[in-house]
């Protein structure tokens, strides 16, 4: 019964495409919309139905966003909202890496009209999106996650229900701002052992054979990092976004985080171009 519902993605960029594909082998009919009719060809040549109109994407029952800001999220809710009324329940699925006040402002609304709106940022990259192996952090109702289950399912090896409506938000952004923080310690690490005359590759062999290891120590260093490839596919402009609305919710909660603050600060002042993939941060071989 599941796979008669349609799915549509709002949002075929790295992480949308794969995600709008891994719908597509999961057997759902799935309906995909984005501006660029390069990313609508691709999503055509995955079995993806691509629709040149928004409206049509949300003619689907159970509706994913991937879109770069909550500021995008919330034209798209107030574009469709007139749509929306009185006609059969939908839930959105929204993994963008979000804000939850924003969220949660969406999420009453469109409860009031009848809809469910899961707050569901990933984590898997790219690679994970196209496998359909993301983990989810998800926010929202328990009927709104039961009643997007299936979808969720085929879009992650892991999904969990964090709390209610933004707690997934909140996830996500404590997530990236320590991912962010990682990715500089390790680099200065790894400066310290070559400057101590270890090797580089040394030194990260017993991080990740010890205490001191992290995803980005074990995954990130060796695949991006290490070979100065640095395409990991997210953007600095992406992480420093995420690393400044972490700080944004740490001011507005009172959380003291020095420590932190201090890796928000070198994020804030990165000397690289926005478009530079974020693992340029990890240059263990370039001071500053």
């Keep these: 019964m599941t796979k008669d519902l349609t799915v549509g993605v709002v949002g075929l960029g790295a992480m949308g495409l794969g995600m709008a594909a891994s719908a597509v082998r999961a057997g759902f009919r799935t309906l995909g919309f984005d501006l660029s009719p390069e990313r609508a060809e691709l999503a055509r040549e995955a079995g993806v139905e691509p629709v040149a109109m928004l409206d049509e994407a949300f003619s689907a029952d159970r509706i994913v966003f991937s879109l770069p800001t909550a500021q995008d999220v919330a034209a798209v809710v107030e574009r469709m909202a007139g749509l929306l009324q009185g006609r059969h329940r939908i839930v959105i699925i929204d993994t963008s890496t979000s804000e939850p006040q924003v969220t949660r402002r969406l999420a009453q609304r469109l409860a009031q009209m009848g809809h469910g709106f899961l707050d569901a940022p990933v984590s898997g990259g790219p690679a994970g999106a196209a496998k359909g192996a993301l983990t989810m952090m998800i926010g929202g109702a328990a009927q709104d996650l039961a009643d997007a289950q299936p979808v969720i399912d085929a879009l992650s090896a892991k999904a969990l229900h964090v709390g209610e409506s933004g707690a997934g938000n909140v ?42 290891r992290s995803m980005m120590s074990e995954v990130h260093f060796p695949t991006w990092v290490m070979n100065e490839g640095f395409d990991s596919g997210f953007t600095m ?27 928000a600060q070198l994020w804030a002042e990165s000397p690289y171009a926005p478009t530079d993939d974020f693992t340029r941060m990890g240059d263990f071989r370039k001071e500053g």
């Design 171 to 212: 996830a996500k952004l404590i997530n990236n701002l320590l991912c962010a923080a990682h990715m500089v310690t390790t680099a200065e690490g790894l400066r310290l052992a070559e400057a101590a005359g270890i090797s580089a590759q040394s030194a990260l062999d017993v991080l990740n054979a010890a205490s001191g």
């Design 237 to 263: 402009a992406l992480m420093q976004k995420d690393v400044r609305l972490a700080r944004k919710l740490a001011e507005e909660t009172g959380a003291d985080m020095p420590l932190t603050e201090k890796a």
